[in-house]
């Protein structure tokens, strides 16, 4: 534990050494890796809900064609009313 505020420490005392190019590169380049993670970060959120979403819809085809009613399909799947009836559209179920 104390290392790593020794470590903290130190990089601070070494950005303190930067002059003034120095630090204004030292601070583009920190921004554009914030950037870059937080770029990351939301398209692995965005993926996340994206699989939860295509396993909702998995779920309701299959719930569909064992012949389960609407209702039960809404209940467990969360999705809307219409929004199973124009996947069963597409998928011709």
């Known amino acids: 534990m ?18 003034r190019e ?8 920190l921004k554009n890796y914030r950037d870059l993670q937080n770029v990351k970060d ?3 959120e965005e993926g996340i809900l994206e ?10 085809v299959n719930a569909r064609k064992q012949g389960l009613p609407m209702d039960v399909i809404v209940a467990f799947t969360q999705l ?7 996947i069963f559209e ?4």
Request: glycine share 6%; hydrophobic share 35%.
């Open 2 to 19: 104390q290392e790593n505020i020794f470590k903290k420490v130190m990089n601070v005392a070494e950005i303190a050494k930067l002059n």
């Open 22 to 29: 120095e630090r204004a590169a030292y601070e583009h380049s």
């Open 42 to 44: 939301t398209y692995f």
């Open 51 to 60: 699989g939860e979403k295509r396993g909702k819809i998995e779920a309701a």
């Open 80 to 86: 809307s009313e219409d929004e199973l009836k124009q």
């Open 90 to 93: 597409e998928k011709g179920l």
